[in-house]
């Protein structure tokens, strides 16, 4: 197989879902219908609710819901070959991950801007809420743990030795001084377009400059040369603050600036696979490996392991998360919907193939050192093969490198706040807000940092195990909650009158997946806990991964009451 007809026969199959799949479930729902104003607008904050075009609404939905997930999980599951995984992406991102994912910006946009939590609270139980916000609270502490880690150990220096090699550090260091300037750079446009009105054309026209600028210093002068380990904390610094600071002065201002850090690695990577078309070599890179595979970390079965690993490029829970939290809070218009949440859901099915094709000239270029190695370095190689661009791979490979550790850091700050969203809502009574909770103890636990600080300790002390150690729990987990978040939106949508049937084989499916994969995490975890276990981790990774098995067949159960007599609602 060639990678650009790869390419293109995955493009085409995309747009095709977007438009005749994406279209059928607007009429299905009667999207846009009414003309009904949306909660950015009906409760209008400064802070969390806040009106954005959709261009800058793009650019924070993808960056934020992308991270490393569209790129490490095609990675992690090419050991089952390179059709297993494709197949999953287009057919996951059409019928599952996009309905998923507009279905839950949707619900979240008629229940006043709120989580998937009060809609599972309004359609199923208060029960059922607390149980969810648990699960999700869970599960967010894993993405945190997960994407920090991939963040410090793109930023953290090589130790050798006992020593910093600091020519071996050089990229990690370049990437970590762009990055600071980033967020710099982030702060000042959103000051100028949000206090200053200033022009968002000419804004976006500096705000590129200034990446340029910001790259060429970076690239020669890079003096942080922290260890992994210092660089969690410092990330952790840095989520705390950004995740309890106005939307506008970072959060909308450094995704959207991110977006054109997104299209410029669309952009090369499809120039490297157009121009080099390389053919997938299937000594290297087999089309289908088997069903049961040794990754040298024991025996891996295709079922339900690629389900799970693949995560975002195909399906996420936490994209439920991201459309009900933060985007549902800033969309202008319900027309905005579809190609926000379906169509980002699609972009990012894109990034995933990309990352296919990337995986398959990286075997033969020797770029094998971790995920960040391969995507990036399998892009650089295929660029640099094309005549008269052979001297920029090293700088095509630090803008990737760049690109891949600015999601991580998107997604970073996004699965911060909604984490203390999810910590906050769960001491609240139905139809109250922080704002109520006067005096007591709940006073202090809807305290937003209390709850980000929480937040931050738990993730960041998780996380210093690697997130190579923590991906298969994280993966699962993720998957789990995306099965949770389709059939809260299938109660909604069966309560209210509307068609959500295409919503029962993808949640069934995706339970099933995910609690047969978390069982076999939880049981990897208790042979190394009975082999002697030397580190904390393996007891918290098989005492999250029971109880979020636990929590999801209670959900399951009392879901699918539901969805069988949705008039009992009524009576709750």
């Not at 104003?37 to 904050?45: G, N, Q, S």
């Not at 393996?538 to 069988?564: D, H, K, R």
């Amino acid at each position: 197989m060639n990678t650009l007809v790869l390419l293109l026969i995955s493009i085409a199959v995309l747009f095709c879902g977007y438009v005749m799949y994406g279209g059928w479930l607007v009429k299905q729902w009667g999207v846009g219908e009414g003309d009904i104003p949306t909660p950015a607008h009906a409760l209008e904050d400064g802070v969390d609710y806040v009106p954005a075009k959709a261009p800058v609404l793009m650019g924070h939905h993808f960056s934020s819901i992308a991270g490393a997930g569209p790129i490490t999980g095609p990675i992690g599951a090419a050991m089952f070959g390179w059709l297993p995984v494709t197949l999953w992406i287009l057919i996951g991102g059409v019928f599952f991950g996009g309905v998923h994912d507009f279905g839950a910006l949707f619900a979240s946009v008629r229940h006043k801007g709120q989580s998937i939590g009060e809609v599972i609270s309004a359609n199923m139980s208060r029960r059922a809420k607390r149980l969810f916000i648990i699960f999700s609270y869970l599960t967010l502490i894993l993405v945190v743990a997960a994407f920090a880690a991939i963040v410090a150990s793109t930023f953290g220096a090589k130790v050798v030795n006992g020593a910093i090699d600091y020519k071996a550090s050089a990229t990690n260091a370049s990437v970590a001084m762009v990055s600071i300037m980033f967020i710099l750079i982030a702060i000042v446009f959103g000051f100028a377009v949000y206090r200053r009105h200033a022009s968002m054309v000419t804004s976006s026209i500096l705000g590129v400059v200034a990446i340029v600028l910001c790259m060429a210093i970076g690239m020669n002068f890079h003096p942080f040369y922290f260890t992994t380990g210092t660089w969690m904390w410092i990330i952790g610094v840095y989520i705390t603050i950004a995740s309890v600071t106005p939307v506008w002065i970072l959060l909308q201002p450094r995704d959207y600036l991110s977006s054109f850090l997104l299209y410029a690695m669309l952009i090369v990577a499809i120039v490297g696979i157009v121009g080099a078309h390389p053919n997938i070599d299937p000594k290297l890179f087999p089309a289908v490996t088997g069903f049961a595979v040794d990754n040298g970390n024991g025996v891996q079965l295709l079922f339900p392991i690629l389900f799970t690993t693949v995560a975002c490029g195909a399906i996420s829970g936490f994209h439920s998360l991201v459309s009900s939290g933060t985007t549902s809070k800033q969309l202008d218009k319900e027309s905005d919907a579809k190609p926000i949440a379906y169509g980002g859901m699609l972009l990012e099915c894109v990034l995933a193939i990309i990352t296919v094709c990337a995986i398959a000239y990286a075997r033969t270029t020797g770029h094998t050192k971790g995920a960040t190695d391969i995507f990036a370095g399998g892009i650089a190689a295929m660029v640099a093969a094309i005549p008269g661009l052979e001297g920029m791979e090293n700088s095509f490979y630090t803008l990737l490198v760049l690109t891949y550790s600015a999601f991580c850091l998107t997604s970073l700050d996004t699965a911060t706040r909604l984490a203390r969203f999810m910590f906050q809502e769960f001491w609240l009574e139905p139809g109250e807000t922080v704002h109520d909770v006067k005096d007591g103890f709940r006073k202090f636990m809807v305290n937003p940092y209390f709850a980000t600080i929480l937040t931050v300790v738990l993730g960041v002390l998780l996380g210093l195990n690697g997130f190579a150690k923590i991906w298969g729990l994280f993966g699962a987990a993720n998957q789990l909650l995306a099965g949770i978040g389709l059939l809260a939106v299938a109660t909604w949508l069966g309560n209210a009158g509307k068609n959500n049937k295409m919503f029962l084989f993808p949640m069934t499916f995706m339970l099933i997946v995910t609690i047969c994969s978390l069982i076999l995490t939880i049981k990897n975890q208790l042979g190394i806990i009975a082999k002697g276990a030397a580190h904390w981790g393996p007891y918290a990774q098989a005492g999250i991964g029971t109880l979020l098995v636990l929590l999801a067949f209670v959900l399951a159960i009392e879901g699918y009451q539901t969805i069988a007599h949705p008039k009992e609602i009524a009576k709750r």
